[in-house]
């Protein structure tokens, strides 16, 4: 007699035979009572099996943990909010109070933008951004990031307390772009822009030749003798403005000329800069060399980073400088602030308020020099960070900023924040993709920016890439704190415990002499790649899980 | 709750009624867990496994198809998820590949040890050996006999050939009976 295998009597029990094989087995199992026998063992078997294999009884909190992951609806959630955002509010206005404390200078200037009352502009926040960043180096650069940070934070706040917005957000924000984007392309331009482009060559406004609107330029060399109406935006390898320009100077070249007369703003990039007509508002300049001629007059305020600077004219407001050195020989209506290497004040020069200058090297004020208001001059010293006590109080502050956001972030997107964190876990990925976004998003943000048309596009990608930027280390420390306190993934990323382990542990390895900028880098690279490629799971068509 | 109910509230969940989500939840919730884990070996594990079940069944939603049942489109993909687990876990075998293994015998032949031990009302050994089973037999093991699964829906949860599952749980349940009559004997 032919048996069949074991297999297929596993098969057959458990109904996975075609039917031909299943009706040769039965044929089979009349005949033999041994294979019946077994036949019968392996379906009460199966019964033994069912029968152990129960359900359970789920875990109480399964339920509302799987709800605030999904909807960031947890019990205590407002409560939570409230506090986090009392905290946040206290460091902000505890950073504010001591640090006008501490010293009163310094610290004031890059974090004015706390000052509810401050009048300062975007651009003047750039500048002092860029001021900053030029004074301290690229780490304090992060700090004044914590304005978007705070921004953020303020969104998430938003999002989380209001669950129609919650529900809806991506619509929202969809809609509200569109909106913004459409109102800015249909919105009535007071003046037509035109572009001219020629390469290798000469872009000229004759004399005589008025453009109507704003005027878009790049060339060789962008020369200006005529009039423009509106704004005139160039960039080329020599700018030469030498009539008038009604509205704002927008240039970036090698050498930048500003002859004529400019009716606002100048805002100018380029190696060498020389002002030497009229500006009716405010210059802002980076460069390598940075002249104002004897006949050059700013109405408002003068605005410069370069590495050597000449200033002679007239400034109808301040004078705010970083430069390896400077030296002024005009007037100045108002103050002089300056950081840098050297200064010198030469005779002739005439300042209507206050001088500080804080250089490396003695400042030089020559007897002719007259200065109406105080004259500070400091000399920089270089001490060791680690040696001062608000050091380790700020570096405390920056722990304490991140573990809030943290927290926010943990509360209003929990699947998100843990999704991200985990992802932090495919290292190489992370910093593959960490370095490409980190150099891909300024790049296509400046090639999007361009086109002036995707100005607002390349505006929000930037905002949200520093956002990021500030972000990425929360989601580093989330994944570090749960690896080292070894708890699972659902129950790590909802320790507090885990997040304030790795953000300190971050805070310590990004200070160690020497490597800490390389390893503050890699946190970096790494958070913004898991970051980007969570964000990226999320946008992508879901596919069946 | 009748297959019509579920498709309803599936629904509402799409339509944007995003908390009927929860009344999904309290349908399934007990089998989810049940079979994250048995599977798992660990109620811990299990709980974790049952929330990533449940949050990857939400953003998928979408996707499911309506024809089939919903539980078992909830345990393919917690099944994915867990064999997921598995093979993360270093010390779990789920090395499926048995294409050399030879000799498909069973070790122990006439009546089933399992039902012997049933007998005696010992379910609890019969778990504690299911729990020391080998990852690769465990997992297709409780899909069939907890999750009720075909062995077509458990190779397609696992990624694996039907070939291959069939083996597997016919080899799952020879370990499973060597495992038992071993500790009946150190009894």
New interface residues.
């Given amino acids: 007699m032919n048996h069949f ?3 297929t009597y ?2 057959y029990v ?3 035979l075609a039917a031909a094989e299943t009706a040769a087995v039965r044929q089979h199992l009349a005949v033999c009572p041994e294979c019946a ?2 036949l019968r ?2 379906e ?3 019964r ?12 109480a909190a ?2 509302a ?3 605030t ?3 960031g609806q947890g019990p205590s959630l407002g409560p939570a909010m409230l506090y986090a955002g009392g905290i946040l509010a206290g460091i902000f206005a505890g950073v504010y109070y001591l640090a006008s404390l501490l010293e009163s200078e310094s610290l004031i200037q890059p974090l004015s933008w706390l000052d509810p009352m401050s009048s300062g502009s975007w651009v003047d926040w750039l500048f002092r951004t860029f001021f900053y960043f030029y004074e301290e180096g690229w780490t304090m650069w992060l700090n004044s990031v914590e304005r978007l940070a705070a921004l953020a934070a303020a969104l998430v706040a938003l999002r989380a307390v209001l669950p129609w917005l919650r ?1 809806r957000w991506p619509s929202l924000l969809g809609v509200t772009l569109m909106a913004v984007l459409l109102l800015w392309l249909s919105a009535p331009v007071a003046s037509a822009v035109e572009f001219r482009h020629a390469h290798g060559a000469v872009v000229k406004v004759a004399k005589g030749e008025v453009v109507a609107g704003t005027l878009v330029a790049a060339g060789q060399t962008v020369v200006v003798d005529g009039t423009v109406e509106g704004d005139l935006v160039a960039a080329g390898n020599r700018i030469e403005v030498r009539g008038e320009v009604k509205g704002n100077v927008i240039a970036a070249g090698h050498t930048l000329i500003i002859g004529g007369n400019v009716a606002n703003d100048a805002i100018l990039a380029g190696q060498r800069i020389t002002v030497e007509g009229q500006v009716g508002r405010n210059v802002f300049a980076a460069c390598e060399h940075f002249d104002t001629a004897d006949a050059a007059n700013v109405a408002q305020s003068l605005f410069a980073a370069a590495s050597m600077g000449m200033i002679d004219g007239k400034i109808g407001d301040s004078l705010v400088a970083a430069m390896g050195s400077l030296q002024v020989a005009g007037a100045v209506a108002k103050n002089i602030r300056f950081r840098g290497g050297r200064f010198s004040l030469l005779s002739g020069a005439q300042v209507g308020g206050d001088l500080l200058a804080r250089t490396r090297r003695p400042a030089q004020i020559d007897p002719g020099a007259q200065i109406s208001g105080r004259k500070t001059l400091e000399i920089i010293r270089r001490t060791p960070r680690y040696m001062s006590g608000s050091f380790y109080f700020f570096q405390f502050v920056w722990l304490l900023a991140a573990f809030v956001l943290g927290v926010l972030l943990l509360k209003a997107f929990p ?1 998100f924040y843990r999704e991200a964190s985990e992802a932090v876990g495919s290292v190489w990925r992370s910093l593959g993709l960490g370095l490409a976004v980190l150099a891909g998003v300024p790049v296509a943000a400046v090639a999007v920016g361009v086109t002036l048309v995707g100005l607002p596009l390349a505006l929000i990608t930037v905002a949200i890439y520093v956002i990021a930027l500030y972000l990425a280390k929360i989601f580093v420390a989330a994944y570090l704190g749960r690896r080292l306190l070894q708890i ?4 790590g990323y909802t320790s507090l415990g885990a997040l304030f382990l790795g953000l300190f542990i971050l805070v310590v390895l990004g200070n160690l002499p020497y490597i800490g900028w390389l390893i503050k880098l890699v946190i970096i690279l790494g958070g913004l790649g898991a970051l980007s490629w969570q964000l990226y799971q999320r946008m992508k068509p ?4 | 709750m009748d297959p019509a109910e579920i498709r309803a509230i599936v629904q509402e969940v799409l339509d ?1 009624d ?1 908390a009927s ?2 009344r999904l ?2 349908v399934y ?3 989810i ?2 079979f994250c ?2 599977t798992l070996a660990s ?6 496994a ?3 079940t ?7 939603l ?2 499911y198809n309506a024809a089939l049942p919903f539980e078992n489109w909830l345990f ?2 917690a099944a ?2 867990c064999w997921d687990v598995l093979r993360s876990r270093r010390h779990e075998d789920t090395h499926t590949d048995i294409a050399s293994e030879v000799g ?3 070790s122990e ?4 040890a ?2 012997r ?2 007998r005696q009302e010992d ?1 609890a050994s ?2 504690a050996a ?1 729990d020391s089973l080998p990852a690769k037999y465990r997992a297709p ?2 899909l ?3 999750s009720d699964l ?2 077509d829906e458990i190779a397609e949860a696992l990624k694996l050939k039907r070939a291959t599952v ?2 597997l ?2 080899r799952a ?1 020879d370990e499973l009976r060597r495992i038992v009559k071993k500790s009946q004997r150190n009894l």
């Fill in positions: 295998d074991a297999l596993s098969r458990d109904d996975d026998a077994q063992a392996l009460n078997e199966n033994v099996l069912r029968s152990v294999l129960v359900e359970e009884a789920v875990p399964l339920r943990r799987l709800l992951a999904l909807f529900r699947g699972p993934p659902a129950a879901s596919s069946a899980a | 944007g995003t989500f929860g939840f309290d919730a007990r089998r867990y049940g884990a048995r109620r811990e594990a299990g709980e974790d049952a929330m990533e449940f949050l990857k069944a939400y953003r998928a979408s996707t393919r993909i994915n998820h498909l015998e069973l032949r006439g009546e089933g399992l039902e031990i049933l379910a019969i778990r299911l093991l409780v069939r006999y907890y075909s062995y069939a083996t749980i016919f349940k």
